[in-house]
T-cell receptor
Framework: AQTVTQSQPEMSVQEAETVTLSCTYD???????LFWYKQPPSRQMILVIR??????QNATENRFSVNFQKAAKSFSLKISDSQLGDTAMYFC??????????????FGTGTRLQVTL | GAVVSQHPSWVICKSGTSVKIECRSL??????MFWYRQFPKQSLMLMAT?????????EQGVEKDKFLINHASLTLSTLTVTSAHPEDSSFYIC???????????FGSGTRLTVV
């Protein structure tokens, strides 16, 4: 079974600074997807970024980028120019695609990020 | 983009009663939906996978007779908490795979309080 580990329960960053959230996972599979989801105080889960394991290039979405190290099974999220609206719980998630069906997500325990003035 | 509507957003019920939570995919067909439970400051715990037209698949430790799931159409899945007890109080979230297979879209969640 796949596991996802987020070793930082809480982090804090000042507005406009950069912060990196760590995530490691364990799998014996070669083809899979990794996600970062954001859950603000409203508790709505929002997709931040996705990475396909077969792609060597790290995914980026505006101020959000990942450092995907497949051999090390590491998938960290970097948030640049942090904004107050980035304050949220961030979950790393793993998904192994299964042909013909929708595969379930395995979530990490989350990192609570606080952006301060 | 893909939208999943979940309601009610919050509900208070008395012990022993049943509560139904609905999850609708508004602009796409969702053959599979997922139901999660989330305790305060914790991660999402998958309860069951709901498949249209067939029985749901429950995760280990989840009581299928207490948490009834129905997925009668490609756009609607329901979770019914039967004979609710205070320990069932929690935040319940549904999700479905996006039609473009980019990721998973989540409902806004339902906060259930059993008194």
């Amino acid at each position: 079974a796949q596991t996802v580990t987020q070793s930082q329960p809480e982090m804090s960053v000042q507005e406009a600074e950069t912060v990196t959230l760590s995530c490691t996972y364990d799998t014996s599979e070669n083809n899979y997807y990794l996600f970062w989801y954001k859950q603000p105080p409203s508790r709505q889960m929002i997709l931040v970024i996705r990475q396909e394991a077969y792609k060597q290039q790290n995914a980026t979405e505006n101020r959000f980028s990942v450092n995907f190290q497949k051999a090390a099974k590491s998938f960290s999220l970097k948030i640049s120019d942090s904004q107050l609206g980035d304050t949220a719980m961030y979950f790393c998630a793993f998904m192994m695609p299964i042909t013909g069906t929708a595969s379930k997500l395995t979530f990490g325990t989350g990192t609570r990020l606080q952006v301060t003035l | 983009g893909a939208v999943v509507s979940q309601h009610p957003s919050w509900v208070i019920c008395k012990s022993g009663t049943s509560v139904k939570i609905e999850c609708r995919s508004l602009d796409f067909q969702a053959t599979t939906m997922f139901w999660y439970r989330q305790f305060p400051k914790q991660s999402l715990m998958l309860m069951a996978t709901s498949n249209e037209g067939s029985k749901a698949t429950y995760e280990q430790g989840v009581e299928k007779d207490k948490f009834l799931i129905n997925h009668a159409s490609l756009t609607l899945s329901t979770l019914t908490v039967t004979s609710a007890h205070p320990e069932d109080s929690s935040f319940y979230i549904c999700s479905a795979r996006d039609r473009d297979n980019y990721g998973y879209t989540f409902g806004s969640g339902t906060r259930l309080t059993v008194v």
